[in-house]
Antibody, heavy 119, light 110 residues
C-alpha cells in the first residue's frame, strides 16, 4: 500500500520560494510505470494540477502553463521522495498543496499541506 | 474557472439516486478517460471511479460512472448520509499536457 507523506513550511513570505517534499513508501520514485505529481486546491482556483516528474529511461517533467516559468519538481532517488519548488510566490499561491501518484491515473494523494503566502 | 464543468451542488434524500455531470471537450474527456474523486471535509480527494466506469477495490457498487462523447457522469444509488461530500471529475488533457479537474459538486443528503 503506497503512502505519501508531505513536509514543508506552512507560511511563506511574498516573493520567496515555496518548498515542499513528498516522501514515498510502498513504491519507488524511479518506477517506470508511475508519475509523481503536485496539485493544489484553493477556493478561487479549485483543484489545479501543477506538474509531474517521471522516469522512463531518463527523467521527464511536465508543468502547467500557469506556473511553468517559476516551478521545479525534482526527484531524490537517494531518499525515495520528490519535491516542489515554486518561486516568486504571491498571496494568490495560498492553497492546500497535495503530492499524488499517477499510475496512468491519479490514485493516491498525500495528506495535503496548507501553505499561506503572507508577510 | 475550471476546465471541466460540473454543477456546483446536488442533493437527495436517503435511499434516492443522484447523478452528477461533468462536461469537457475533445482534448480531454472526448479523447481520454473520466475519473471521479470524493473529498470529505479536511481530507485529500479519494479515487471513486477510474477509466470511466471502474471501481477501485473497497468502493461500494452504489457508485457508478459512465462517459458519452465529451461528458461524464457519476451516479450514486441508495444515497446515505455518509455520501455527503464534494465530488470532482478529472481527465487528462492532450492540448494542455496535464490533468484537468471540474470545479466540484457539493452533495447534500437531506
Amino acid at each position: 500500500q503506497v503512502q505519501l507523506q508531505q513536509s514543508g513550511p506552512g507560511l511563506v513570505k511574498p516573493s520567496q520560494t515555496l518548498s515542499l517534499t513528498c516522501a514515498i513508501s510502498g513504491d519507488s520514485v524511479s518506477s517506470n510505470s508511475v508519475a509523481w505529481n503536485w496539485i493544489r486546491q484553493s477556493p478561487s482556483r479549485g483543484l489545479e494540477w501543477l506538474g509531474r516528474t517521471y522516469y522512463r529511461s531518463k527523467w521527464h517533467n511536465n508543468y502547467a502553463a500557469s506556473v511553468k516559468s517559476r516551478i521545479a519538481i525534482n526527484p531524490d532517488t537517494s531518499k525515495n521522495q520528490f519535491s516542489l519548488q515554486l518561486n516568486s510566490v504571491t498571496p494568490e499561491d495560498t492553497a492546500v498543496y497535495y503530492c499524488a501518484r499517477a499510475i496512468g491515473y491519479i490514485d493516491n494523494w498525500g495528506q495535503g499541506t496548507l501553505v499561506t503566502v503572507s508577510s | 474557472q475550471s476546465v471541466l464543468t460540473q454543477p456546483p451542488s446536488a442533493s437527495g434524500t436517503p435511499g434516492q439516486r443522484v447523478t452528477i455531470s461533468c462536461s469537457g471537450r475533445s482534448s480531454n474527456i472526448g479523447n481520454n478517460y473520466v475519473y471521479w474523486y470524493q473529498q470529505l471535509p479536511g481530507t485529500a480527494p479519494k479515487l471513486l471511479i477510474y477509466r470511466n466506469d471502474q471501481r477501485p477495490s473497497g468502493i461500494p457498487d452504489r457508485f457508478s460512472g459512465s462517459k458519452s462523447g465529451t461528458s461524464g457522469s457519476l451516479a450514486i444509488s441508495g444515497l446515505r448520509s455518509e455520501d455527503e461530500a464534494d465530488y470532482y471529475c478529472a481527465s487528462w488533457d492532450d492540448s494542455l499536457t496535464g490533468w484537468v479537474f471540474g470545479g466540484g459538486t457539493k452533495l447534500t443528503v437531506l
